[in-house]
Each structure stands twice: as structure tokens, then as C-alpha cells.
């Protein structure tokens, strides 16, 4: 079969499970033969031997299932990197570099700041800020031991070395005395009860990472009571939640004692981040 009409065929397969059901059909399949998608306009009358076409026929049934292709494929783009993903994390999406965006107006990426990335999963907000702001050293953390592995391995292939991970539960990997200019957290921040999460692709995703309680809020609130333990005067909060948790968040900041609350878009025009900054 020629590639032009196995991708055809593939597409139309994709199309009631995925909204780039063309995009997922040709990431598939340019997986499986090691080469760019623009290999599939250059060479369309190609023809592939059996080899390729069981494989191929092998990820589009999982992808046909909802698997995500982040984790057919084993990595994802992120910000200005590639990393690799698995299903001990997340898979990092565009909401999440307006996170890094904010993150990154708040300091002086020239001078030597001392960030914290809390959740980190595979690792994407703490490198793209260390890759971005390189005077400064990032400490990310995660609960999961297979999330740490996994975002050292993506330091070492995105060759970054101003950064360090731990393993714990949110602030208990930390020494008392750490302090910090900036600190950043994806934290889970789905109520339990929402309908998303048995629709697409969260459904493969832990949901140790997504859900929490008190209708999603309540690991934003206990960061938010710890973290004035862990900031220099001045330094900032910044969130990602949930496109209708920036009132709350906001109010959550305000009765702690921050000042400077405010909230930022997405894309899609969302309320997507949230900041606060630590008084003197």
C-alpha cells in the first residue's frame, strides 16, 4: 500500500477518538520508519514492507483505544525541548508553557535565582526555566520515584546541568534552611467528581497527578500554606489550575498573606496561572 493511502485510511480510523486524528496518523507512522513527516509529501507513492505496516497497524490500535500518542511515541515537545514520557507522569501540554512564560517576567533570567519546581513529572517546567534563565540552579520535585528517574534522564538529553531533582512529598524533600526567589507548581487540580476525567486522554494518564480534593483545590492550598517557609521576601508563587479555580486560588493567596495576586491567560483565553508574591 502506498503511503498516501495508508495515512488516508489511518486518519479516517483516528477520526471519532482524536481531533488531529491526519497529525496522529502521521507522528504514527513516521515513528515507526524514523523519519520526519515531511518525508510523507516528498515520497507519497512509497510502499512499505509488511514489517512496517504490522507495527504501524499495531499503534493505530492503540491510538483507535485513546492512548495517547505522547505514549506510543515515548516523547513529547515541550517549550524548546524533547522529552522523553511515560506513564508514571503527565503529558506536558502547551497550557503549561503559559506557566513557564509568567514564571519566566518575574525574574532577571541574568542573575543567580533559586527556583523550585513542585510536581515536577517529567520535568518540563523545571527545564525549560533552567535552560532559559542558565545563571540560576532549579530543584524539582516529585512524590514518584519513576517521575525523578525519568526527569533526570530528560536533563541529561536535553543537556541541562543547573538542575536537580528529588524525590518527596511536595516540600519534605527540602533542607529548612532552602530558600527560594521563585517557586512553580502543575499541581493535581481536577475535582475527583469531574466528568474529563474518564473522556480522551487523562483516562491513561495518573490520576494521582491530576485529582485532588476539595473540588481540586486542596493541594493548591497546602502549597500555599507551606511555601512562605520556603520564600525570600519578595519571591512568587505561580500556579496552574484549572480554567475556573482563578477566583479561588485567588481568594486562597489573599487570606495567606500575599500581595501582587494575579491571574494570567491561556490560549484559549482562560484564566490558566495564577501568581502571589511573599511580602517582606
Known sequence: MRI???LKGASERLYSVSDTAQLDAQLLLAHVLDVATSYFYTWPEKQLNQASLDAFESLLLRREQGEPVAYLLKHQAFWTLDLEVDVSTLIPRADTERLVEVALSLIDVSESNHILDLGTGTGAIALALAAEAPQSTVVGVDLVEGAVALAQRNAQKNQIQNVSFKQGSWFDALQSEDAFDLIVSNPPYIDPEDEHLSQGDVRFEPKSALVADNHGLADIEYIIQQAPSFMKAKAYLVFEHGYDQARAVRELFAQAGF??????????????????QWPV
Open 4 to 6: 498516501d493511502e495508508l
Open 259 to 276: 500581595e501582587q495576586v494575579a491571574s494570567f491567560q491561556d490560549l484559549a483565553g482562560n484564566d490558566r496561572v495564577t501568581i502571589g
